[in-house]
């Protein structure tokens, strides 16, 4: 009797949706000089929703797909959309991570040397930054690392989802939409800038670092 050689097919296995993303809590950053309780609850809180949001789009996607209707418009307007919400998400994160420190950059520490590197010096790559954050508009300023050539780079984003570098490795977020300081300072985003410069977690930044 023969054998076949065919490789037998296994039946595929049932679709199980990714488990949904969860806000992180930050509530450890209360108290951290410069920051309002209410602020800071404010700010969790639009993080939050940004979690909601991000979830309820993969949703509302998948059902689209099942239900045959992935060329519609709404198809269309939500995967766009997806975008906005996903980086909101997980640009806070970032932004949240990196504050809640409460010592300077260690002067040898290999993120000092690929600061001085790209940028000269430390205070050089600061006044560029500082002036990237301080920008007219809102967004984010990013301290980017090129995953394929180890530079650094201090970029503008606009509205989350707008010129972020492809392949570029965020350091350091700064979060200058007018959510993140108006409560505080008003329209002094100078300050703000200073007071998130001396919360800035520096270990958190460096383990970023390729």
Known sequence: MSV??????????????????????????????????KLLKTHFKLYEGYVKNTNALVEECRHLVSEDKAK?????????????????????EFYFD?????????????????????????ETW????????AMRGIGWAILYQDSVTGRLFNAWIDEHNTNHLAGGEPLLVLDVFEHAFMTDYGTDRASYINAFFKN???DVVASRAI
């Open 98 to 122: 990196n504050l809640g420190g409460q010592q300077p950059l260690n002067d040898s520490s290999r993120l000092q040397g690929l600061l001085a590197a790209n940028f000269g010096d430390y």
């Open 126 to 133: 600061k006044a560029d930054f500082t002036a990237t954050g």
């Open 4 to 37: 076949s050689t065919k490789p037998q097919q296994k039946s595929a296995a049932p679709a199980v949706p990714p488990t949904p993303y969860e806000a992180n809590n930050y509530e450890h950053l209360i108290g951290m000089p410069g920051f309002s309780e």
């Open 72 to 92: 519609t418009p709404v198809f269309a307007e939500l995967k766009r959309r997806f975008g906005w919400e996903f980086n909101g998400m997980r640009l806070h």
């Open 200 to 202: 800035i977690n520096w």
